[in-house]
């Protein structure tokens, strides 16, 4: 922000001088007047002098002036000449959940009805101006924002229809997961899966390729069975499944290109509670007992803590009627569990802060509410780079997994989440993992080479990296898009949490995480046929790495096609934004 106002003042200061020397009646400052030179009579030497010195002084005083640093409410002005002007309170600040991308608009629109969305659509068209769709901001990339101007569904959030006997429902697609969720499980339905939490707006769930874990579970979008787009070329249009499978299968996972969802049609299940089922294992144990992890388990997920040899396995399945719940007692109650953690906490604040009072309590008496992942960041933040810290707090959070192992019972949306931290960067990937049938086990190697590359490298990698499966989808743009219905895929992330507010921390937390994540492309992408999911991918600024990046997504999803399809539906690109236009460059572009 600071550069682009200094070079704002940089051209106007340019273009200031020369307007004065194209303007000979503007006194400007003149080098030679300061010479030795014989000149005019002495009078007019001095008028010039003293008119140059006043000058100078001035123009030393603008200087001074534009090149000191802002406040730190600067973003929230612009600069005018010698003042600050208050920018426009019509501006609305949208910001991801992760807290790593935000922009400031004029244009924030919040139609109430179908009605709203074609009239907001059609006008925005007429003028050419962009109103990209977002939804709750979930994405860590903020794929869904731009200066321009954005269109939101919050206000068009409600169940339309419910077939208790096909167990569909319809929705308008601002409806949040879990408000959806509890309107329809009087009818006895729900999800056939969910992502890690429960805000995310159903329009933007499927068109980002969400996903959850399950090898027999394929990711959100293949729960869509018909659509209903807002276009700005072809007005609203309604695309089941049958009626127009290319653009169905091609829109599904859109990333709100080629229309703005208004409508969705969900394929349902009966609702069930679920066992879950956490313990402790590690990769010696997860080699012998993978492929009977996978096809026995409905759901299943892997959290790897980097430098030790722990494995957090997560399994769900569907309580059986027969046997009841578990009669399993945890071995260690809450307490227990978190000791170790809060013992590092407490040791941390003396070495780091000396915040520890003479009675061995903390300065942070509400220490004893902190969950694991609170008190994971509050650790974290205290030296987020150091190596040998991290490593600490890897192993006591190990700790707290060994004595956290038993099982819960629960309906599917209590279960399914998992508590993700707080503000963070992301890299998330999916590549093919054979079939459900042959699991190929490139799964596993992958993860053995990225805990190599990370010990390799010295990477101050925090807990976890997380690993799930999903089945194949048949949404062309989706990251495990095929046409084989038995191919499962495997989704790998890799995180680095931003726990502090301080601006050079995070700063310097975003340079490793971008580091961290440069060298997993480097060595494992290409060779596992790995691509970032859609949420998760960033731009690359280098114009060789997006070139290459470009080339690809082109070898991997339609994108003549994706682009034809924009160019018929929305030929003015007002539901476009820098990323799109970057990641799909027209021909005409190129």
């Known amino acids: 922000m600071l550069r682009s106002f200094t070079s704002k003042r940089s051209l106007q200061s340019l273009l200031h001088h020369r307007r004065c020397r194209q303007n000979p009646q503007f006194p400007i400052f003149n080098p030679r007047l300061f010479s030795s030179s014989p000149g005019p009579p002495s009078s007019d030497a001095e008028l010039r002098k ?31 000449l010698l003042r600050y002007a208050p920018l426009p309170d019509d501006l609305h600040t949208v910001s991801n959940w992760s807290g790593t991308h935000e922009v400031r608009t004029r244009t924030f629109l919040q139609p ?6 074609e009239g907001i659509v059609k006008e925005a068209n007429v003028r050419k101006h962009k109103i990209r769709p977002v939804g709750s901001g ?13 269109v939101n569904l919050a206000l068009m959030d409600k169940v339309l229809s419910v077939d208790k006997e096909k167990k569909r429902v319809t929705v308008q697609a601002g409806i949040r997961v879990q408000q959806l969720v509890d309107e329809i499980k009087e009818f006895g339905i729900t999800l056939q899966n969910f992502a890690s939490i429960r805000e995310q707006q159903i329009g933007g769930i499927v068109q980002v ?12 979008d293949e729960q869509v069975i018909s659509m209903k787009l807002v276009t700005p070329a072809k007005g609203t249009i309604e695309i089941p499944k049958e009626k127009d499978p290319e653009l169905f299968y091609l829109a599904r996972c859109g990333l709100g290109g080629l229309g703005v969802v208004a409508e969705v049609t969900l394929q349902c299940v009966e609702r069930q509670e679920l066992v879950e089922h956490t313990f402790l294992s590690n990769m010696k144990d997860i080699k012998k007992n993978h492929k009977k992890f996978l096809s026995e388990n409905k759901h299943v997920k892997y959290l790897y803590i980097p430098y030790t040899d722990a494995v957090v396995v997560v399994t769900c399945n569907p309580m059986s009627k027969r046997k009841g719940p578990p009669k399993n007692k945890p071995k260690y109650t809450t307490e227990e569990a978190l000791q170790h953690v809060r013992d590092l906490y407490l040791e941390s604040l003396t070495k780091y802060r000396g915040q520890v009072t003479d009675s061995g309590s903390p300065d942070e008496p509400e220490i004893v509410e902190l969950s694991c992942t609170e008190l994971r960041d509050k650790l974290l933040a205290m030296d987020p780079l150091n190596k040998e810290h991290v490593i600490k707090v890897n192993k006591a959070e190990a700790e707290y997994w060994r004595k956290s192992e038993g099982y819960r019972v629960g309906w599917s949306d209590e279960i399914l989440g998992f508590d993700c931290g ?9 590549f093919p993992a054979g079939t459900l049938s042959k699991p190929s086990m490139k799964d596993l190697e992958y ?16 807990t976890p990296i997380e690993q799930r499966w999903t089945a194949c989808s048949k949404s062309r743009m ?21 726990p502090t507010m301080d601006a050079r921390q995070r700063r310097q ?5 971008f580091h961290y994540r440069h060298m997993t492309q480097a060595q494992l992408w290409d060779h596992y046929s790995a691509f970032e999911h859609w949420a998760k991918i960033e731009v690359p600024k280098d114009k060789e790495e997006l070139t290459a990046l470009q080339a690809r997504l082109k070898k991997k999803f339609p994108v003549d096609a994706y682009n034809q399809a924009r160019k018929e539906l929305d030929p003015n690109r007002i539901l476009s934004n820098n990323m799109l236009e970057k990641l799909f460059p027209s021909s005409e572009a190129v």
């Open 50 to 80: 003293y008119i140059g010195y006043t000058l100078l002084v001035l123009g030393s005083a603008a200087a001074t002036y534009y090149s000191f640093p802002f406040s730190e409410n600067a973003r929230d002005k612009k600069a005018q």
């Open 112 to 117: 109430e009805s179908i009605e709203d969305l």
């Open 138 to 150: 979930l994405s860590p990339n903020g794929i869904g924002l731009t200066r321009a101007g954005m």
């Open 209 to 220: 390729g969400a996903h959850g874990t399950g090898a027999r579970l394929p990711p959100i």
């Open 422 to 430: 707080g503000h963070q960067w992301v890299s998330e990937t999916c």
């Open 447 to 462: 993860i053995e080479e990225l805990m190599q590359l990370i010990e390799k490298e010295s990477v101050p990698a925090p």
């Open 478 to 498: 989706s990251p495990a898009y095929s046409s084989v219905d038995d191919d499962i895929f495997s989704w790998v992330g890799i995180i680095m949490y931003l």
């Open 509 to 513: 937390i975003t340079e490793e995480f």
